[in-house]
């Protein structure tokens, strides 16, 4: 199992030693708590929240004094959370959640040993009221709206959780921690905050740095007191998953200037090094993911993610996910379709069908040019998968807007892009892409192959590492203070490079010099 690297927790369990009360000395429970843990943990700042005096102190008498603690720090000082009788000697559990606007990841993580035990993944509920950020704020702006939004992200949360919980044979107050990395709307709408600032000028959200807070106030179904860490953000469109992505990536430890890209529902970039930092994000996520063209699917068993086009006899090879029948195309396979259909003279430098090439494969459906992918016959779906002419144009938007944006930062800073030495590229898009295919139409600079690296789910391993890591948690947060955000929203000289990009794999061939 996966053991990420950790020094000292900040969720703990300990044994403090209580002595028994007696009438010479009637010191009262709860001060004996503290001044068990004090000695225990040697430091001073140790407190117990008022609503828990009660429960504590009965917890204490019903265990005859011998008992574990779970405690977690805050600002300097150690929380007691909750009290177990000590012959049970109980693992405590943590959960790390990247709260995706289209697919929800959680991960158990056994938090003294900081072990991964297991991992669920869930689409968003919130897709039934609305498929993006967008159409979702508009919708938490309507009467009930909000509340409606965060109820069906937290039902759905707590009944994964409670399938983990009866997977291992647990009980929920053994969870006792949980860290949640989300874009700024998807942390909003987890908090139950109003989002409606977040999409217009000057595109302010209500809080970027949350804290730490209990989950029985945000009604999850695990230990009541256990602290739920919320990774900050930076900005409307500049979230807490992108900081966990930093963090994960190591980055901020590097003398080298390096790019982490993170495509989702946003393009979210961010450059630097040890010394500094600078982010933007922007709309290019949607064509990227599969998420537009007729054929796209997000990644699974069955979508295509490779595709190879014989540039003497024009045969298409498609390889899928699992390797089952052909059902539709996620964003990696339709990158490298493109780049196929470009290298192969199927398409154009403005990405339209070359109909002499192309032969039987184009055919028109109510007037619209369709290329045949896959037959009828080979598809799993029983229906021909096809690509469109607005399939390829939304796609070449998207990659342009991701070209522009790396273009845009970098110009900023002030480094040219060839200059670039490591791209990280976060995401299921990142574990899936083909770069030479990426570079071959213009979505990425023509950097040496090598220069790429693909991270996989950057926003959970940093969860999990603000999760069981106390140096961890606090670099998040240092890291959401380090970061420049660019505006892309009111930068004209993204306007002006955009048109530029537009074009199969730019209209200035001399950046990408590989492409033949």
Not at 42 to 49: E, K
Not at 122 to 140: K, M, V, W
Not at 345 to 351: A, K, Y
Request: aromatic share 6%.
């Amino acid at each position: 199992m996966e053991k990420p690297s950790q020094d000292t927790p900040w969720i703990r369990l300990v044994t403090p030693h209580i002595s028994q009360p007696s009438l010479k000395d009637n010191t009262a429970d709860i001060d004996r708590l503290i001044r068990g843990l004090r000695k225990r943990l040697d430091v001073n700042g140790v407190t117990v929240a008022f609503s828990q005096v009660n429960d504590l102190a009965r917890s204490l008498k019903e265990h005859h004094y011998d008992v574990c603690a779970l405690v977690y720090e805050d600002g300097g000082a150690w929380q007691v959370a909750d009290l177990f009788p000590i012959g049970d000697h109980p693992s405590i559990y943590g959960l790390a959640v990247d709260l995706g606007t289209s697919t929800v990841v959680v991960r158990l993580v056994e938090l003294q040993e900081g072990e991964t035990k297991d991992e669920t993944t869930f689409l968003n509920p919130q897709i039934q009221l609305g498929p993006d950020i967008l159409s979702r704020i508009h919708f938490a702006a309507q009467d009930g709206g909000l509340a409606q939004l965060q109820n069906l992200l937290l039902n759905r949360l707590n009944q994964e959780i409670e399938e983990l919980i009866k997977r291992h044979d647990l009980t929920s107050p053994l969870i006792a921690g949980m860290a949640v990395a989300g874009n700024t709307t998807m942390t909003h709408l987890f908090l139950g905050l109003d989002p409606y600032g977040i999409c217009r000028e000057p595109y302010i959200p209500i809080i970027n740095r949350p804290g730490l807070l209990k989950a029985g106030d945000l009604g999850l179904g695990i230990n009541k007191e256990a602290p739920v860490l919320v990774f900050p953000n930076v900005g409307s469109y500049f979230g807490g998953d992108l900081i966990s992505g930093i963090l994960a990536s190591g980055m901020t430890h590097q003398r080298e200037i390096a790019f982490l890209v993170d495509v989702g529902t946003n393009a979210e970039v961010i450059i630097g090094n040890q010394d500094w930092l600078m982010g933007c994000a922007g709309a290019a996520g949607p064509a990227l993911e599969g998420g537009v063209a007729s054929m796209g699917m997000m990644a699974g068993p069955g979508v295509i993610d490779k595709v190879v086009i014989d540039p003497e006899t024009l045969q298409f090879r498609v390889r899928t996910i699992e390797g089952g029948p052909p059902v539709g195309i996620c964003g990696s396979g339709l990158i490298d379709l493109v780049a196929q259909l470009f290298l192969a003279g199927m398409i154009d430098l403005r990405g339209k069908f070359v109909r002499a090439k192309c032969g039987e494969r184009l055919i028109e459906e109510e007037g619209i040019p369709h290329l045949v992918v896959v037959s009828a016959e080979e598809s799993g779906t029983g229906k021909a998968l096809t690509l469109s002419q607005p399939d390829i144009d939304a796609l070449i938007r998207s990659k342009a807007a991701m070209y522009t944006i790396l273009t845009t930062i970098a110009n900023t800073v002030g480094i040219p892009l060839n200059s670039i030495e490591r791209f990280y590229v976060a995401g299921t898009f990142g574990s899936y892409i083909d770069p030479a295919s990426a570079i071959t139409i213009g979505m990425i600079p023509d950097l040496p192959l090598e220069a790429y690296m693909p991270l996989g789910n950057t926003s959970l391993k940093g969860a999990v590492m603000g999760l069981v890591s106390a140096r961890a948690r606090e670099e998040a947060f240092r890291i959401r203070d380090q970061v420049t955000y660019l505006e892309l929203n009111v930068n004209q000289e993204f306007m002006n490079l955009f048109s530029a990009a537009k074009f199969l794999p730019h209209t200035d061939r001399t950046l990408f010099p590989s492409v033949k």
